[in-house]
């Protein structure tokens, strides 16, 4: 299977699909926008705008015209910046290409009104993604078109600068992101959930698929108490932690994936959640926000 084309790094510049692309030019998310706008409240109360939550939308083809769909979620980290899982983009024998997308902006219901819409310039797959285990490094950055004005409803998420190791059952994280209600069916809120992390052991203990998906950068959270929402991939893992003496909520992880429920076909909430670990991943993304303007 081909894999997309890997961006080859050079002193100053990137060479990214043919292109040069000089490294001197890019805007960095304001440290305290993207703190700010997340609460630090340690439970979730009434309804809360995540004005980080980007809504993926794919197009289709049809012989009356061109149709759209809910793809996946997103994650805003910086005014052209967004991150979603890899598997996403994936399809038997090739990758979606950036003109099948579009990301809806400052949208808590994806069937009402949005804010913003933007073209992907871009997609990045991990260069890593693939090559162990099918969701090591299931990581993708969403290269906009063009960079977005912060509001009151789109704003960035801070990435995570905590420590990485996870206390068993004591670590909580707060999930956000859309999910589905069945096989074929979105509801238009966006969904919340707070769910304890669990230690790798405690993971491969609830079920043996486990030891086929996860890694060293992979993290498994969730109630397992079939109440949880069926999270879609790229769905955001927020983590308290003390930054300056004071507690912030950060951007820990994204949702990768979810074992199966034969019956209904979606997410069996009777098993953990499969997270991406950005805080392994935090380096790399930092290069894409802080040095490249892929245009």
Request: proline share 4%; with cysteine; hydrophobic share 40%.
């Amino acid at each position: 299977e081909k894999r997309p084309p890997k961006p080859l790094y050079g002193e100053g510049q990137i060479v990214y699909n043919s292109t040069v692309v000089d490294l001197n030019y890019y805007s960095l998310p304001d440290e305290e926008i993207c703190s700010k706008q997340v609460s630090i409240n340690n439970k979730i109360q009434g309804k809360q705008l995540w004005s980080f939550l980007v809504a993926v939308f794919k197009y289709h083809a049809h012989a009356d015209g061109i149709r759209i769909s809910f793809h996946c979620n997103g994650i805003l980290v910086s005014k052209r910046v967004v991150v979603t899982s890899a598997h996403s983009f994936r399809r038997p024998g090739q990758w979606y290409l950036p003109h099948e997308f579009f990301l809806s902006l400052g949208q808590q219901n994806i069937f009402s009104q949005r804010e913003l819409a933007v073209k992907v310039q871009d997609i990045i797959i991990h260069p890593d993604f693939l090559l162990k285990d099918e969701f090591d490094a299931d990581l993708a950055l969403l290269i906009m078109s063009e960079r977005v004005k912060y509001s009151d409803h789109i704003q960035p998420v801070c990435l995570w600068e905590g420590q990485n190791f996870v206390t068993t059952n004591k670590d909580e994280a707060i999930l956000v992101g859309w999910a589905r209600e069945s096989q074929t069916q979105v509801p238009g809120e966006s969904q919340t959930d707070i769910a304890p992390l669990a230690s790798e052991e405690m993971c491969l203990r609830s079920n043996p698929v486990f030891s086929k998906i996860i890694s060293d950068r992979t993290l498994c959270v969730g109630r397992r108490d079939n109440r949880e929402a069926c999270y879609i991939s790229g769905a955001a893992m927020l983590m308290d932690t003390h930054k300056n003496g004071e507690l912030v909520r950060q951007l820990r992880g994204i949702l990768a994936a979810s074992l199966l429920d034969p019956i209904t076909n979606t997410c069996n909430l009777n098993d953990y959640f499969l997270a991406t670990d950005l805080a392994k991943f935090a380096d790399w993304i930092k290069y894409f926000i802080q040095n490249a303007d892929l245009s």
